[in-house]
């Protein structure tokens, strides 16, 4: 990467324009050759490489990418999207490596670095500590991705300087058992107070603990979409309160992919505890009052224990869903359109999709849009897909 004093000083017959223009569709390998031809298109081609995506996937990528940085006291000026992706297979000597990397952070203005994506997050942190300050540092983020998050991770988010739009945050397991941050600091809306009046757009993953409404923090004024994935404890009344403003929502619990015949008579009074307890909270507390996009599993939703208006849900009905929680989630709130996904053909039948339609009666549902998958999920079920009657499907909406 160094200028050496044999490059060429007369410059390439095609203009750098032109050069440039070519440079933009190459490897990472081409440019790197591009960048030994002369002085010019070493700074450039630099900057463009900087300016795409940059992934560190091993402590020697990191040291090298370091050094790359180094070479030209402008370059970390041109980065703008970071991820650092390191499988927790550290070298015997840790201490020389983090710390390159972290004090090039301090040193230098990282004014275009708005995106950084941090995988095997709290190993990497708890192997490299110092890497940690260096990420706080960096005060033009406006979007993190960082999982999982444990105490090194929650530690850094408490001090980083940025301003973030997008966090998407994903909980290591066992955090019911950490001792390092009291348990309410631990919840998502406590967490991220740091962030609460620039914050967009929030996915939580896979957050346990739960947290009394007493210690609920300020709200979260600007937050338009929210993601909630794979909650342990789908209780809702923190994010309510802390996100009044969401429009578009997700939600995937635990029981998104879990319900099958045997496990659904074990686990459906949990669901209806859950839907009782979001029922209690809404009625007492309020519920959200903009949400224009809803979509979820259907004991997703249901559990959500939703009696507010939706303008448009988007409700995946699984091969086990019972058909009585979609009618109850149809019946206790106000939806104008609905997008059906269906997986299992026997919903159509008169014990399912018709049968909700007819109970709905004077329903606030304006559209109805229906997602039926025709192909085989598996090989034994091929023939039985092939021959299905398009013409009876029809049929059962005429019965409603």
């Known amino acids: 990467m160094e200028y050496t004093p044999g490059m060429s000083h007369t410059g390439p017959a095609l203009s750098y324009d032109v050069l440039l223009e070519v440079a933009a569709f190459a490897s990472r390998q081409t440019l790197s050759s591009f960048m030994k031809t002369c002085r010019i298109l070493y700074h450039e081609i630099a900057k463009m490489m900087l300016r795409r995506r940059v992934v560190i996937d091993n402590v020697y990528d990191m040291n090298a990418f370091t050094a790359f940085l180094n070479a030209e006291p402008n370059r970390p000026g041109f980065l703008c999207d970071l991820t650092i992706d390191m499988e927790p297979h550290p070298p015997v000597r840790l201490q020389p490596i983090a710390p390159g990397l972290s004090d090039t952070f301090l040193r230098h203005s990282f004014r275009s670095l708005t995106s950084l994506r941090l995988d095997h997050a709290e190993e990497t942190l708890r192997l490299y500590p110092k890497l940690s300050d260096g990420l706080a540092s960096l005060s033009t983020l406006t979007s993190l991705i960082v999982s999982p998050a444990g105490s090194f991770v929650m530690t850094m988010l408490l001090c980083l300087q940025a301003d973030l739009r997008t966090l998407v945050i994903g909980y290591q397991e066992g955090l019911d058992q950490m001792e390092a941050l009291p348990h309410h600091v631990l919840h998502p809306v406590v967490l991220l107070q740091r ?10 993953r896979g957050y346990e603990v739960e947290l009394s409404r007493a210690k609920v923090p300020g709200q979260y004024p600007k937050v338009q979409e929210f993601i909630l994935d794979s909650p342990d404890c789908p209780l809702l009344a923190p994010y309510i309160h802390a996100f009044p403003d969401v429009r578009n929502l997700c939600i995937t619990t635990v029981f998104a992919d879990a319900l099958t015949p045997d496990i659904l008579p074990r686990e459906r009074a949990t669901i209806d505890a859950f839907r009782r307890l979001n029922q209690l909270d809404q009625a007492s507390f309020g519920a ?56 299992n053909l026997e919903v159509l039948e008169d014990g399912g999709l018709p049968m909700v339609l007819r109970q709905l009666g004077d329903s606030s549902l304006e559209a109805l849009f229906l997602y039926i998958r025709l192909c085989a999920q598996t090989e034994c079920e091929e023939d039985q897909l092939i021959l299905v009657d398009m013409a009876a499907i029809v049929r059962c909406f005429f019965r409603v």
Not at 195 to 204: A, M
Not at 316 to 342: E, G, K, W
């Open 288 to 343: 959200w009052t903009k949400l224009e996009t809803v979509s979820g599993t259907v004991a997703d939703v249901y559990l959500a224990g939703f009696s507010c208006a939706i303008e448009v849900l988007y409700l995946n009905v699984l091969t086990y869903d019972p058909f009585c929680m979609v009618h109850t989630i149809l019946r206790d709130a106000s939806i104008s359109q609905l997008h059906l996904f269906i997986h």
């Open 195 to 204: 962030f609460r009046h620039s914050l967009e757009t929030v996915e939580i």
